[in-house]
């Protein structure tokens, strides 16, 4: 095998071919996010908001061994029925390819894809990050380093709320990713459109977000941009209201030995038990909105490129 087996779906391959904007999203949210036909719904939902901005959408994925950039419809239809389907990240992403297997690409993974297809733009929900106790589990997210290395902007709500977002913060300084805030100064908390922590940086327009995206490329600097857009104000949870939930899910998890992988998928469906369903309705108004920036951004440097 000397080739890189990727495969762009018919709409990602004509957009490519006409020089159209595309905005790649992941898989995991639908196999680990959410039940069937829920799932296949909201990334439906999700695709179309991309599209009603004259972007197209990309839904990374493994099937078969393959790299699929944008799904066909009956291969969404498909996945999101799928049971016991591996969640990829940097680690594993490619040993589930050399052996024909199938995987949800996670942020870290989606990046990878997204970066050897030529997207510069994801959309996604929440990034991963530091977890509460890490100077205990050493449970820090691959996401972090991706964005230190693939050069890719991240569209999301800010880190998951579950995490320890300060410390989540302190290692994207440190390894130099600009983290943006979308049209505010504080650093959105995911369910909550802010927190008491301020974000590094503000940008106010996607043009801002597009041309800072190509400069960092003309600097020859590595690595992507973490855009932490805000839920809106009207689909949030208040984080005083989250606060106590959160700690509740975390002790539970505790207690019944939750680790690794399967930390972020409990906390999230024990979060939605605690809040009767009020998390997973903020969580799709979340990435729709997060998927809509991406689309305006992803369109700002399409006609960037045409200005040079």
Request: net charge negative.
């Amino acid at each position: 095998m000397n080739a890189l087996p990727l495969i762009h779906s018919a709409e990602v391959a004509a957009a490519k071919a006409s020089g159209r904007p595309v905005v790649a999203l992941e898989s995991t949210i639908i196999t680990h996010g959410m039940p069937y036909p829920q799932n296949l719904e909201v990334a439906r939902q999700v695709e179309d908001d991309i599209r009603g901005v004259g972007v197209t959408p990309a839904t990374i994925a493994v099937i078969d061994g393959k790299l699929h950039i944008g799904l066909e419809v009956d291969q969404l239809e498909t996945l999101a029925q799928a049971k016991g389907v591996a969640k990829l990240s940097r680690a594993d992403l490619a040993v589930c390819m050399a052996t024909g297997g199938t995987g949800a690409t996670t942020v870290a993974a989606t990046m990878i894809g997204a970066e050897r297809a030529g997207i510069d733009v994801f959309a996604t929900g929440g990034i991963g990050g530091v977890h509460r106790g890490a100077e205990n589990s050493f449970d820090i997210s691959a996401d972090l380093m991706e964005l230190a290395q693939t050069r890719v902007t991240v569209v999301a709500a800010g880190a998951k709320a579950i995490l320890d977002v300060d410390k989540t913060l302190e290692v994207l300084e440190t390894q130099g990713v600009p983290v943006i805030a979308y049209g505010q100064d504080s650093f959105p908390a995911f369910w909550s459109t802010t927190s008491p922590l301020k974000a590094p940086l503000r940008m106010d327009s996607a043009e801002e977000i597009a041309r800072a995206h190509r400069m960092r490329a003309l600097l020859g600097l590595p690595g992507g941009q973490l855009i932490a857009n805000p839920i809106p104000v009207e689909s949030e949870i208040p984080a005083h209201d989250l606060a106590p939930i959160i700690a509740k899910a975390q002790t539970d998890a505790d207690a019944h030995g939750i680790r690794g992988k399967a930390v972020t998928p409990y906390l999230l469906q024990r979060i939605f038990e605690l809040t009767e369903g009020r998390s997973l309705a903020a969580n799709i108004a979340l990435v729709r909105n997060n998927a809509r920036l991406a689309a305006q951004i992803a369109q700002a440097l399409s006609d960037l490129a045409r200005e040079a």
